[in-house]
């Protein structure tokens, strides 16, 4: 009698196989670009964030074997605190990309990862792609198949899901057999982790998430290396993750076509610093302003009408934290009203208090439309109504927001974003250097020169 091979199994199998050779163009091209675009919010979390500060002093208290670099200081430390306090930064200024089916931001736990263990087991840039490659698809295909229920019930998926995306690439780095990497990932599942009270009162916790999930793909794996053993089925299993985390999970999604249709290019790219919600909120302010100017004393009301995902996690009228108002649809509209931006220097603490944004940001009501809500998660659409005191109105719909698969930020885009968001952390010749670099990663034979680039 023949045994069906569990979900994890067939994961497993797909991770220790997958090859570089085996990839096609676009799929080594999007490895490279997530590689690019992490690093960019990697150092610019680093040192511009509350949360990057905390985990560069947290670290320099180790005393660790010094095996990889710490993104925005001088010193190294373990891979696993190097992925930890790398992972935090890396979502610190919510510039990270992200997926819409599988409500995670994938590469701020993977990317982090893959560069410390890689630079502790002196990976090459072929087997540093390889390790992206998979760790994105295994996670992405959990993710999807979970969400939008797992996230509606309180769980943030970049700390949840990530973990098994963190394991799949720790593994290949480490060249686990299929088994290990089975026991591997029926490990990472006992380690699952993260819930999203920080949207209440904008506590920076949601960051520890994807530093965490870094960490603890490389234990998972190296445990799994040295005999531990894990559930084989622990997704599906009666009492797996999918029982424990989710609302009627499709299982048949996580392995449909798997190597073929890959869900690894449906992920996006943000152009701007705030939660995804929050762009698809300014790009739908700027069109209704392209239609006529509202000076922001004469504005009577704002009304977004969006799906239930949008209001539950960027309803935030009452924000408090420089992370708060990067989650918040009312200040992401207040801010493009007022000053006409959104970028960094709008979501510091001095800019967060602007009054006349606050009282602008107080205009704004958010409703669940029932029409947008039945085309979740693709389209995740969001329209946005201004009306004035002399019944003027305007109203603009975003279905895909810049940096969508279907509404593409390109190669070139991606590399101006970096500049910027670099551009008060690292000089130019250093920023020209990383994307040189990470444009022809799978040429290097060790990755530890390219990690190097991230000391400051």
Same mark, same amino acid.
């Given at each position: ?19 570089? !050779? ?32 905390? $985990? ?30 790398? $992972? ?44 992206? +490659? ?67 009162? $904008? ?152 009054? !006349? ?63 910027? +968001? ?14 040189? !670099? ?7 034979? !060790? ?10």
């Amino acid at each position: 009698m023949t045994l069906v091979a569990s979900l994890t199994e067939k994961l497993a199998a797909f991770t220790s196989t997958l090859h570089y !050779e085996q990839l096609s163009s676009r799929v080594r091209s999007q490895a490279r670009n997530c590689l690019l675009d992490t690093v960019g919010a990697l150092l610019a979390g680093s040192r511009l964030s509350l949360s990057g500060r905390a $985990g560069r002093r947290f670290a320099e208290r180790l005393s660790e074997k010094e095996e990889a670099v710490i993104a925005g200081s001088r010193f190294r430390r373990s891979s696993m605190t190097a992925s930890l306090v790398n $992972g935090m930064a890396a979502h610190a200024l919510e510039l990270d990309d992200g997926s819409k089916h599988a409500t995670y931001h994938p590469g701020a736990s993977i990317v982090p990862m893959s560069l410390a263990l890689g630079e502790a087991e002196g990976i090459s840039g072929v087997r540093l792609v390889e390790a992206i +490659v998979a760790g994105y698809e295994v996670s992405l295909r959990i993710g999807t198949a979970i969400n939008p229920g797992h996230y509606l019930r309180g769980f943030h998926p970049t700390g949840t899901i990530a973990v098994f995306g963190t394991t799949a690439a720790a593994a290949k780095i480490l060249d686990l057999s299929p088994q290990e990497t089975v026991h591997a990932f029926g490990l990472a599942g006992s380690l699952a982790s993260g819930i999203n009270q920080y949207e209440i009162d $904008g506590a920076v916790s949601k960051h520890l998430h994807p530093g965490n999930a870094a960490r603890n793909g490389i234990l998972s794996a190296m445990l799994a290396r040295d005999g531990m053993t894990g559930p084989s089925e622990i997704l599906e299993g009666s009492l797996g993750f999918f029982h424990c985390f989710a609302e009627n999970p499709d299982l048949a999604l996580v392995t449909a076509n798997l190597g073929i249709d890959w869900h690894f290019l449906r992920i996006y790219f943000k152009p701007f610093c705030s939660c995804r919600y929050v762009h698809y909120a300014i790009e739908a302010t700027q069109k209704d302003l392209e239609q006529r100017p509202f000076p922001p004393e004469e504005i009577e009301s704002i009304v977004v009408r969006t799906h239930r995902n949008a209001k539950q996690g960027s309803d935030i009228p009452d924000y408090r934290s420089p992370l708060h108002a990067r989650l918040s649809i009312q200040y992401g509209i207040a801010s493009i009203l007022v000053r006409g931006r959104a970028g960094l220097g709008e979501y510091e603490e001095d800019a967060i208090r602007d009054p !006349e944004v606050r009282r602008v940001s107080d205009l704004v009501r958010i409703e669940i439309d029932d029409e947008i809500q039945k085309l979740y998660p693709n389209p995740r659409s969001m329209i946005v109504e201004i009306r004035d005191r002399k019944g003027n109105t305007a109203s603009a719909r975003i279905d895909h927001a810049k940096g969508d698969p279907e509404n593409p930020m390109t190669d070139a885009d991606l590399v101006t974003k970096f500049r910027d +968001v670099t551009a008060d952390v690292i000089p130019p010749e250093r920023a020209e250097r990383i994307v040189a !670099e990470a444009g022809t990663i799978e040429s290097r034979e !060790e990755i530890a020169s390219f990690a190097e680039l991230l000391q400051i």
